[in-house]
């Protein structure tokens, strides 16, 4: 079973997934883009992924390089599929329809959302 990221864990993953692997230093500076957090912070965070199993480390040079352990889809499934148990009873029904109201979705967006609905059917 595949450890529950923090949130403050999740916003490094966001930023490592795309980049695939990456520096503290690297990491930090995105970050930093967006929040107010001290590099020693990244870093401990960081550290504590790595123990966690959410992050690997290359450890032959001085600057140690990260990069994820985990999946990024398989990790935003695990996340969904909690979530919506816990705060939604386990209805996807709810869910989608408490996410759709709190935004203003495009039409391309609903296009997308209508065709994804027309292959779950199609597939049943």
């Known amino acids: 079973m595949q450890a529950k990221p923090t949130e403050s864990e999740l916003e490094i993953l966001a930023i490592l997934w795309p980049m695939k692997q990456a520096t503290v230093r690297e990491i930090h500076e995105k ?14 965070t960081m550290q504590i992924m790595h123990a ?19 999946d990024e889809t398989v990790t935003q499934k695990n996340l969904v599929t909690n979530f919506m ?18 935004g203003n979705p495009s039409k391309e967006e609903l296009d997308e959302i209508r065709a994804f609905l027309d292959q779950l059917e199609n597939e049943q």
């Open 85 to 102: 148990a816990t705060a939604f009873g386990g209805s996807a029904k709810n869910l989608v329809m408490q996410a759709l109201g709190q």
């Open 31 to 44: 970050l930093t883009e967006t929040k107010d957090t001290g590099y020693t912070t990244t870093l401990k």
């Open 52 to 70: 966690k199993g959410l992050l690997r480390r290359d450890e032959q040079n001085r600057t140690h390089i990260y990069f994820p352990a985990v």
